[in-house]
C-alpha cells in the first residue's frame, strides 16, 4: 500500500482542465502535441511537493501566453503591455493553483503533502532528477501549454509508475 494517494491520468487531466478553465474563463482541452516545442520564448513555472509524495509540478507554456494571462487576471485590454514581472507573476500564479490542486490529489487522508512557492524560469523546467510520472499538453486560448508531474527519486518511486501511469 503506498503512503500517498497515487491519482490517475485521467483524475489529474480533469482537475487541471477544470482549474485551467475557470482561471482563463474559457474553455480548455486536451491536445496532442508532435515533436517538442521548446524554444527561447518558452517560460516554465514549478512548484515542489514534499510529504508523503514528493516530486514536482512544472507548466510550460510560451512568454506570450504568460503576458495574456497577466492580462486576464488584472482585467486589462488585450492590447495593453505588460512587464516581465507582471508576466511572471501571473505563470506562478497560475504553476501554484495547479499545483495546489495536484498535490491535493496526491495527499492521503489526515496527512497532507506540502507546496512550496512557485519559481518561474525562462528555460525547459528541470524535474531535478526525479522521474515523469504526467505529461499532457493543454490547448489554452489557442496557445499549447504543457504541465507536467515528476516524482523525486524517493524510495516509493515504483509504487508511484505503477499507480500514476495505469
Not at 489529474?12 to 527561447?40: E, N, R
Request: net charge negative; hydrophobic share 35%; aromatic share 6%.
Amino acid at each position: 500500500m503506498s503512503p500517498f494517494n497515487s491519482p490517475t491520468s485521467s483524475e489529474l487531466c480533469d482537475t487541471i482542465l477544470h482549474v485551467t478553465s475557470t482561471m482563463l474563463d474559457a474553455p480548455v482541452q486536451q491536445m496532442t502535441l508532435h515533436g517538442a516545442t521548446t524554444s527561447a520564448g518558452q517560460w516554465t513555472g514549478c512548484v515542489t511537493i514534499s510529504g508523503p509524495f514528493s516530486g514536482g509540478v512544472m507548466v510550460t507554456c510560451p512568454r506570450y501566453f504568460a503576458e495574456s494571462m497577466a492580462r486576464t487576471f488584472l482585467d486589462e485590454p488585450a492590447d495593453k503591455p505588460v512587464s516581465p514581472e507582471l508576466a511572471r507573476e501571473a505563470l506562478a500564479e497560475m504553476t501554484n493553483v495547479v499545483g495546489g490542486n495536484l498535490k491535493a490529489l496526491f495527499s492521503p487522508a489526515g496527512s497532507a503533502c506540502r507546496l512550496s512557492l512557485p519559481t518561474v524560469s525562462s528555460e525547459r523546467g528541470n524535474t531535478q532528477g526525479g522521474k515523469v510520472i504526467f505529461e499532457e499538453w493543454f490547448d489554452c486560448l489557442g496557445v499549447p501549454v504543457c504541465v507536467t508531474v515528476y516524482a523525486s527519486r524517493a524510495a516509493n518511486e515504483s509504487t508511484v509508475l505503477q499507480e500514476c501511469t495505469s
